[in-house]
């Protein structure tokens, strides 16, 4: 339907919510003319729930959007800076974070009298079951909330997704008047329960409790009342609400709903709030992003006279900020579906710090260096404390006073001691001769290891010649491989205060493919050599179908990884990694996508694993005692039937029992049809979770960036060493550079002492 937009619109926002409210007072306040319904299906005092949370920066962009409404926020909010960490019986403070909080109500009273003063039209205690009677209408807003009738009705073209998420909560209140934003984590026999509480006036607090499933039914509420619950809240958390009672508001248990939309917009009709996106309310974000959509939408219609370009329009300026703000609240969310894990796994009850710190990195977005701003003291404690744990861990003394940052502390694994937690990834250069490894592996390396990374671990290299991925592959198949690799290792060793390790690996079915540049995983046009895999699956359909590997390949082989172990170690390499990982051979046995097998190597994960343990076992032991082995995993096959986090922590906790000292968290790249969720750190929950779950040490790789992402992840326990591969390549003197940034004095080789007296200027 073609609309061409008058000077003025005729609008019905379905919903009177945040989203719909403030949109309708945003689009008034740019054009008086405009004639706008908001069709509510309640009374005007009316509302379920208690307070809503808004950060510092949200109030400023409030108060750009429409001041009046912004100052009658303030009039009434809560304020606070500090965040208590109830765990453990000890209550730790972190300080820095500016947030208010306002009751809902409160919230919608300003919002429906500010529609009054501009002349919006406000009709409750309407329900919208039917679009007919708005026929008239230039814009429709869906603003219905998460379970919005508008985007049921057309379904077929907003085409939702709702990801109903595991743990159960409740939202409650009390007239317990919380200090500070409140985190109460508490054990009790049927589980962990967690309390996010937070003042909304002065006299009144939110007070939402979760906990996993398991402990929500163990504990009987399933069957709970809304009155059984408040009886239970009040009895769990008597101490913490020092004798306030817990207040109820159609507070029923809920499972929280991730919501998201193909497509936000149809026609005139747009969605906009919780009926377009949810963000779970651990980062506290869903009122805010309902008014920032209502800022956003009418800033569209602004900009553009036809109704359905200013609704393209917001949505392609809105949608990426939405997703990416989605993102981190399923980090977050996962936070508290495992939070468990960090109480009662392998590794034992994580020390108060380290749960703090954990915590408030918890969505990935905030670093140890944004702590740093906000709360100095804390991030203080926490790298005295960490700066201490290595210590013991290395026996290695480290100054305390002023402990380093996380990334400059030593890490032992075996007999090998790392000087920081910076490590060089595997990246195969596609420029060897029949796998010998040339001058540009020497530089390549020997670069990365003067650029201050503790260990840089040399490419994928095979344990044969038919091993090899491509043409230009590095081996460890024949004499002249260790003469070459012991060149680069002795120039390491000579010069770097690195340590160098090697992966090892068969390529299996993704073999006899081009070099990088060529063409990622095709065939090679000619000179093809047989492949072998776990299965007889080939990798594309036009790959090479692989032979299923028999008893007499799987002996082959295994010599064969035996062979290049005891040839690494003539060459003198300090640690080898065995590549298990983005479906080479190794990789094909563990995954099932890749792995059909009918014999003892099929089926079940142990015995799909079973083949990769029997070749760790067989270098482990020609391996020298003293010297570590890393395996690099797939967590996840990101595509459906293939593995999942529960099996990487399962193949984790295998791994260690056979005598591998840490695993390095990859994912993916078994299948070609993968769908992998990318994002910053989108790895790290899965090394979170095996260090924690596993009990193993991990590596976590795969967009770590920043200095500042690597003191967290070190500092929040969610790995021992980060890994850069891509980082290292745009920089080799990655870790140098950070540490000039920190102020942390890394020391120079002697022959480039002079650089002490440089101050880098990127710009002018
Ligand atoms: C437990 C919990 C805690 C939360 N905590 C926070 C927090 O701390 N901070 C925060 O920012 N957000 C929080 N939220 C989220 C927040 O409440 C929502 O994200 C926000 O209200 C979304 O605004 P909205 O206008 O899109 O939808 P809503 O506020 O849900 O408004 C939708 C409106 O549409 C009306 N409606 C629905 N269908 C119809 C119909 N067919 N006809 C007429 N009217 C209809 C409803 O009655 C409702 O008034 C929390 C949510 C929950 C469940
Ligand atoms: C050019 C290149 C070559 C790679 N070769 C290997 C390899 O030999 N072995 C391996 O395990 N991973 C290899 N990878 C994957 C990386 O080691 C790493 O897991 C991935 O790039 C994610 O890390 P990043 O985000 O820091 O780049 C390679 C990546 C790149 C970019």
């Given at each position: 339907m073609e609309r061409v937009r008058r000077s003025s619109l005729r609008i019905v926002c379905v919903g009177g919510g945040p989203a719909g409210l403030y949109f309708a007072i945003l689009m008034k306040k740019a054009d008086p003319a405009h004639e706008i319904t908001v069709v509510e299906r309640n009374r005007p005092d009316d509302t379920f729930g208690f307070g809503v949370v808004f950060s510092d920066a949200t109030l400023e962009t409030f108060a750009e959007a429409d001041r009046e409404t912004f100052e009658e926020i303030t009039r009434t909010f809560a304020h606070w800076d500090d965040i208590d960490i109830h765990y453990g019986g000890e209550v730790l403070t972190s300080t820095g974070h500016g947030f208010c909080g306002l009751s809902r109500q409160v919230l919608l009273d300003v919002l429906q009298r500010r529609c009054l003063q501009l002349g919006v039209k406000l009709e409750f205690q309407t329900e919208v079951t039917d679009l007919a009677p708005y026929a008239d209408a230039d814009l429709i807003l869906a603003a219905d909330g998460v379970n919005s009738w508008v985007r049921s009705r057309y379904a077929e073209h907003f085409q939702p997704q709702i990801d109903w998420r595991p743990n159960r909560f409740v939202w409650l209140g009390t007239t317990c008047p919380f200090p500070a934003f409140a985190f109460i984590f508490k054990e009790?026999?049927?589980?962990?329960?967690?309390?996010?509480?937070?003042?909304?006036?002065?006299?009144?607090?939110?007070?939402?409790?979760?906990?996993?499933?398991?402990?929500?039914?163990?504990?009987?509420?399933?069957?709970?009342?809304?009155d059984d619950t408040v009886a239970f809240t009040e009895r769990l958390f008597a101490r913490e609400l020092r004798g306030h009672p817990i207040l109820k508001n159609r507070s029923l248990w809920r499972n929280f709903p991730t919501v998201k939309n193909a497509r936000w917009h149809h026609e005139n009709i747009v969605l906009v709030g919780d009926a377009a996106h949810t963000a779970h309310f651990s980062i506290g974000s869903g009122t805010r992003l309902a008014m920032e959509d209502a800022i956003a939408l009418s800033q569209a219609l602004q900009r553009h006279r036809d109704v359905p370009a200013a609704l393209a329009a917001y949505e392609a300026e809105r949608r990426p900020q939405v997703e990416s703000l989605q993102r981190a609240a399923q980090v977050s969310l996962e936070w508290f579906e495992e939070t468990e894990h960090y109480l009662s796994g392998?590794?034992?009850?994580?020390?108060?710090?380290?749960?703090?710190?954990?915590?408030?990195?918890?969505?990935?977005?905030?670093?140890?260096?944004?702590?740093?701003?906000?709360?100095?003291?804390?991030?203080?404690?926490?790298?005295?404390w960490f700066a201490a744990e290595a210590a013991a861990q290395s026996g290695v003394p480290v100054t305390l006073t002023p402990p380093p940052p996380p990334m400059f502390t030593p890490f032992r694994l075996r007999g090998l001691v790392l000087t920081n937690r910076i490590v060089v990834?595997?990246?195969?250069?596609?420029?060897?001769?029949?796998?010998?490894?040339?001058?540009?592996?020497?530089?390549?390396?020997?670069?990365?290891?003067?650029?201050?990374?503790?260990?840089?671990?040399?490419?994928?290299?095979?344990v044969s010649r038919e091993g090899r991925i491509s043409p230009g592959c590095t081996g460890m198949y024949k004499a002249a491989h260790v003469v070459a690799w012991r060149r680069i290792v002795e120039f390491v060793h000579r010069h770097t205060t690195a340590k160098i390790g090697l992966q090892l690996a068969h390529a299996g079915r993704k073999g006899s493919?081009?070099?990088?540049?060529?063409?990622?995983?095709?065939?090679?046009?000619?000179?093809?050599?047989?492949?072998?895999?776990?299965?007889?699956?080939p990798y594309f359909p036009y790959s090479q179908v692989p032979k299923e590997?028999?008893?007499?390949?799987?002996?082959?082989?295994?010599?064969?990884?035996?062979?290049?172990?005891?040839?690494?170690?003539?060459?003198?390499?300090?640690?080898?990694?065995?590549?298990?990982?983005?479906?080479?051979l190794l990789a094909s046995f563990v995954s099932p996508l890749t792995n059909t097998r009918a014999d003892a190597y099929g089926g079940s994960l142990d015995n799909r694993?079973?083949?990769?343990?029997?070749?760790?076992?067989?270098?482990?032991?020609?391996?020298?005692?003293?010297?570590?082995?890393?395996?690099?995993?797939?967590?996840?096959?990101?595509?459906?039937?293939?593995?999942?986090?529960?099996?990487?922590?399962?193949?984790?906790?295998?791994?260690?029992?056979?005598?591998?000292?840490?695993?390095?968290?990859?994912?993916?790249?078994?299948?070609?049809?993968?769908?992998?969720?990318?994002?910053?750190?989108?790895?790290?929950?899965?090394?979170?979770?095996?260090?924690?779950?596993?009990?193993?040490?991990?590596?976590?790789?795969?967009?770590?960036?920043?200095?500042?992402?690597?003191?967290?992840?070190?500092?929040?326990?969610?790995?021992?060493?980060?890994?850069?591969?891509?980082?290292?390549?745009?920089?080799?003197?990655?870790?140098?550079?950070?540490?000039?940034?920190?102020?942390?004095?890394?020391?120079w080789p002697d022959q480039y002492v002079s650089v002490k007296s440089f101050t880098p200027r990127l710009l002018s």
């Open positions: 009790s026999e049927h589980g962990l329960w967690c309390v996010h509480a937070y003042r909304y006036d002065g006299r009144h607090s939110t007070f939402i409790l979760e906990a996993t499933a398991e402990t929500w039914r163990r504990a009987g509420l399933d069957r709970a009342t809304e392998p590794r034992g009850r994580l020390e108060p710090i380290q749960f703090a710190m954990s915590l408030l990195t918890r969505s990935l977005r905030v670093t140890h260096e944004n702590l740093r701003v906000r709360d100095p003291k804390l991030v203080a404690t926490v790298d005295r990834s595997p990246m195969c250069q596609y420029s060897a001769q029949d796998g010998t490894p040339n001058d540009w592996h020497l530089v390549n390396l020997g670069s990365r290891a003067a650029g201050g990374a503790a260990l840089v671990i040399g490419e994928m290299t095979d493919t081009r070099r990088l540049w060529e063409g990622i995983d095709e065939p090679l046009p000619e000179g093809n050599w047989p492949l072998i895999s776990a299965s007889p699956i590997m028999d008893r007499a390949d799987m002996d082959l082989v295994r010599e064969q990884f035996v062979r290049a172990t005891r040839m690494a170690e003539e060459a003198g390499f300090d640690l080898l990694e065995l590549h298990m990982a983005h479906g080479y694993i079973r083949y990769p343990l029997e070749v760790f076992d067989a270098v482990r032991a020609v391996w020298p005692a003293e010297k570590p082995i890393s395996v690099k995993i797939s967590a996840t096959d990101w595509a459906p039937g293939g593995l999942e986090a529960e099996d990487a922590v399962r193949v984790a906790a295998l791994l260690g029992a056979h005598g591998c000292d840490i695993v390095t968290v990859s994912t993916g790249q078994t299948v070609p049809d993968q769908q992998p969720v990318y994002g910053r750190l989108y790895q790290t929950p899965f090394s979170d979770r095996i260090r924690h779950e596993a009990g193993i040490p991990t590596m976590t790789v795969g967009n770590v960036g920043s200095y500042a992402d690597v003191n967290s992840i070190l500092a929040a326990g969610r790995a021992d060493l980060c890994v850069l591969a891509r980082g290292h390549l745009y920089d080799p003197y990655w870790t140098r550079h950070a540490a000039y940034e920190q102020g942390y004095d890394l020391p």
